[in-house]
């Protein structure tokens, strides 16, 4: 029997709005809500992958990693959308 997948949205929906730092930036700075993202996918036993727009991913699919999506405001800002899914 297999084991039920995880509620992508229980794990990942309290980041749902939260702003997250351009990927193209030329500091090195953390960004703290991905950090707290990925700490959350491990302790669930997933990994994380984070889509923002106008970015290339792969299109390997693997069935535990979540996928988090990221999308830009009116205003510019990068903020984590409320859509998950596997792949």
């Known amino acids: 029997m297999s084991k039920p997948k995880p509620n992508l949205t229980a794990i990942f929906g309290k ?4 702003t997250l730092k351009d990927p193209d930036r030329i500091t090195c700075d953390m960004d703290s809500v991905l950090l707290a993202m990925q700490a959350d996918a491990t302790k669930n036993g997933l990994e994380l992958r984070v889509l923002f727009p106008g970015k290339m991913a792969d299109f390997g699919n693997n069935s535990n990693r979540a ?3 990221v999308e830009q405001d009116a205003g ?3 903020r984590v959308a409320n859509k998950f899914n596997f792949g």
């Open 67 to 69: 996928n988090v999506f």
């Open 15 to 18: 980041y749902v709005g939260q």
């Open 76 to 78: 510019g800002k990068l």
